[in-house]
Structure formats: structure tokens, C-alpha cells
């Protein structure tokens, strides 16, 4: 059979693109194969491996949660104006410097209420004190929602939802995006659709790497709004 030949010049950009790719190594090459990943969803998983391990947005982060940690979060509430308000407020002793003390100021506070956006801290403060109420969701486990009212919050799932809503490693998200994310997060028996979850998770990567690559750190700091 006869061999069929590319043009000249689609072998030539076949060729650089390959050796484009070949060139990338280290964090790089990291960042290339996250964004690839991030660019077409991962199929809707069954939520059976309760067990499963999850890691933060800065995925060297110690905090680890389970899948059905997760589920113990998303489970309590189905709009972010359930835990939005907070009346906890942290003093910050170096303004210039982003750590959990400034993100948690009354001054952070009240710019979240005016911009409606809503805050990771007020999801650390009060996700506990709702009551888990989503019985499909633990059904999906073998579980009732007792069962999960019984069980400790995980603070490692906390971030790791957060991360996944914000698509980043951001404090702040606007509050109807994140009530939008929320409902992907769920498939339509009302299980955990992990697919979705981890797609969240390796955006929320991608940017840190990206941050990391041209910044010199992993910190993106700030809201999304899109």
C-alpha cells in the first residue's frame, strides 16, 4: 500500500510539536499534563470507594480527606447562604502578608458581605454546626443521615471542597457560582459525582502551578467571579 505524506509544513509543526513537549521536564511538564487533564471531564465514578483519598489545591499540603469526608461536607447545606455569615473574627498582625489570621478579619468579612461573595472561613466556622440532611447522598454510602450527623468534620475536607468550588486556592468565591459548582458536584440519584469534584481539584492545581512556575510560589490569592 502507498505511504501517505504529509505536506511539508504539517511535518514540520508535527515535528516541533513533539519536540516541544519532549522539552518540558519538571514542574513544567507537571503543569502540561494538568492542564490536559483538566480539559476534558472525567467521567461520573461510582461514589462506592468511601475510602478514596483527596488532597488540596496545593496537593504537597499534609491535609488528606476521604470521599465520604467530602460527602460529610456537601451533605449539610445546598446553598452557600446557609453558612455565609460568621461572627468569628481573627486580629491580623502583618496586613501585607496573606495567612489565615487576615482572611478571617472583620474588615474581610464585611468586603465579602458587600461584593456577595462568601469566604472559606465562614465554611471552616459554621459547616459544623449545620445538620448533615441529605438522605440520598447517604444513601449513596449505605448510610443515614444520622450516621453522618454522628461522624467528626473533617478540616481537610473543608479546604478540599472549597478548593474544588473556587477552582483555586482561593478564600473568596462568588456566592451563585458557587451554589452552581455545588450542583455539579452531585449526580442526578443525588450521589457524589467524583468526576466532577476532581475536575474542581485539578483546575485549583493547574492555577497554583501556574502561580508557582511565574510567581516563584504556589499562592493565587483573591475570588473567582467566572
Given at each position: 500500500?502507498?505511504?501517505?505524506?504529509?505536506?511539508?509544513?504539517?511535518?514540520r509543526l508535527r515535528?516541533?510539536?513533539?519536540?516541544?513537549?519532549?522539552?518540558?521536564?519538571?514542574?513544567?511538564?507537571?503543569?502540561?499534563?494538568?492542564?490536559?487533564i483538566g480539559r476534558?471531564?472525567?467521567?461520573?465514578?461510582?461514589?462506592?470507594?468511601?475510602?478514596?483519598?483527596?488532597?488540596?489545591?496545593?496537593?504537597?499540603?499534609?491535609?488528606?480527606?476521604?470521599?465520604?469526608?467530602?460527602?460529610?461536607?456537601?451533605?449539610?447545606?445546598?446553598?452557600?447562604?446557609?453558612?455565609?455569615?460568621?461572627?468569628?473574627?481573627?486580629?491580623?498582625?502583618?496586613?501585607?502578608?496573606?495567612?489565615?489570621?487576615?482572611?478571617?478579619?472583620?474588615?474581610r468579612y464585611d468586603?465579602?458581605?458587600?461584593?456577595?461573595?462568601?469566604?472559606?472561613?465562614?465554611?471552616?466556622?459554621?459547616?459544623?454546626?449545620?445538620?448533615?440532611?441529605?438522605?440520598?447522598?447517604?444513601?449513596?454510602?449505605?448510610?443515614?443521615?444520622?450516621?453522618?450527623?454522628?461522624?467528626?468534620?473533617?478540616?481537610?475536607?473543608?479546604?478540599?471542597?472549597?478548593?474544588?468550588?473556587?477552582?483555586?486556592?482561593?478564600?473568596?468565591?462568588?456566592?451563585?457560582?458557587?451554589?452552581?459548582?455545588?450542583?455539579?458536584?452531585?449526580?442526578?440519584?443525588?450521589?457524589?459525582?467524583?468526576?466532577?469534584?476532581?475536575?474542581?481539584?485539578?483546575?485549583?492545581?493547574?492555577?497554583?502551578?501556574?502561580?508557582?512556575?511565574?510567581?516563584?510560589?504556589?499562592?493565587?490569592?483573591?475570588?473567582?467571579?467566572?
Amino acid at each position: 500500500a502507498r505511504r501517505l505524506r504529509l505536506p511539508r509544513t504539517n511535518r514540520r509543526l508535527r515535528r516541533r510539536g513533539s519536540a516541544g513537549i519532549g522539552m518540558l521536564t519538571g514542574p513544567a511538564l507537571l503543569l502540561h499534563s494538568t492542564l490536559l487533564i483538566g480539559r476534558a471531564r472525567p467521567p461520573i465514578l461510582s461514589a462506592a470507594n468511601a475510602e478514596k483519598m483527596y488532597r488540596r489545591a496545593e496537593f504537597w499540603d499534609p491535609d488528606t480527606c476521604t470521599l465520604l469526608d467530602i460527602a460529610n461536607v456537601l451533605g449539610r447545606w445546598e446553598s452557600a447562604s446557609e453558612w455565609r455569615e460568621r461572627t468569628e473574627f481573627a486580629v491580623a498582625k502583618a496586613k501585607r502578608k496573606e495567612d489565615m489570621a487576615l482572611g478571617a478579619t472583620k474588615g474581610r468579612y464585611d468586603m465579602a458581605q458587600r461584593m456577595g461573595v462568601v469566604e472559606r472561613v465562614a465554611l471552616q466556622q459554621n459547616v459544623a454546626k449545620l445538620p448533615f440532611t441529605n438522605a440520598q447522598l447517604a444513601a449513596s454510602f449505605g448510610m443515614s443521615t444520622d450516621d453522618f450527623n454522628a461522624m467528626p468534620l473533617s478540616s481537610g475536607a473543608i479546604n478540599v471542597v472549597f478548593d474544588a468550588l473556587s477552582e483555586s486556592k482561593s478564600g473568596l468565591l462568588d456566592l451563585e457560582v458557587c451554589d452552581r459548582r455545588r450542583r455539579l458536584f452531585f449526580t442526578p440519584d443525588g450521589a457524589l459525582d467524583e468526576g466532577a469534584i476532581a475536575a474542581g481539584l485539578y483546575k485549583s492545581r493547574a492555577l497554583v502551578l501556574f502561580s508557582w512556575l511565574f510567581y516563584g510560589k504556589g499562592r493565587i490569592y483573591g475570588f473567582a467571579v467566572f
